[in-house]
């Protein structure tokens, strides 16, 4: 099995075997790990990925869920529920990981 996993407007994941046919659809963004590129289907992958890095999860307020970096005053906030993750979520784990991961089009 061939493809990416992309992620739909509805949060959904599903795999596209052929994903520039679909390119100009409207599914939206794909985060990406350079490293592996692999595609973020869940935050526990995603988790993993910052966990590798240094980032440590943060609980200071429960309806989020958030990572810091002890060496910086970063924050990431990510809504609980992954199927609001969003394009703005994505970017901004991209400022705060420089060179670690990309937003790619669907």
């Given at each position: 099995?061939?493809?990416?996993?992309?992620?739909?407007?509805?949060?959904?994941?599903?795999?596209?075997?052929?994903?520039?046919?679909?390119?100009?659809?409207?599914?939206?963004k794909?985060?990406?790990?350079?490293?592996?590129n692999?595609v973020?289907?869940?935050?526990?992958?995603?988790?993993?990925?910052?966990?590798?890095?240094?980032?440590?999860r943060?609980y200071?307020?429960?309806?989020?869920?958030?990572?810091?970096?002890?060496?910086?005053?970063?924050l990431i906030?990510?809504?609980?529920?992954?199927?609001?993750?969003?394009?703005?979520?994505?970017?901004?784990?991209?400022?705060?990981?420089?060179?670690?991961?990309?937003?790619k089009?669907m």
């Amino acid at each position: 099995m061939s493809g990416v996993w992309m992620f739909q407007q509805n949060g959904v994941v599903r795999l596209v075997e052929n994903p520039k046919a679909e390119s100009n659809s409207k599914h939206g963004k794909v985060l990406v790990h350079l490293a592996s590129n692999e595609v973020i289907t869940s935050y526990s992958v995603l988790e993993r990925k910052l966990m590798a890095l240094g980032w440590e999860r943060y609980y200071d307020d429960p309806s989020l869920i958030q990572y810091h970096m002890r060496s910086s005053i970063d924050l990431i906030s990510l809504p609980k529920d992954f199927s609001k993750f969003r394009s703005i979520h994505m970017y901004d784990i991209v400022v705060k990981t420089r060179n670690v991961f990309l937003v790619k089009d669907m």
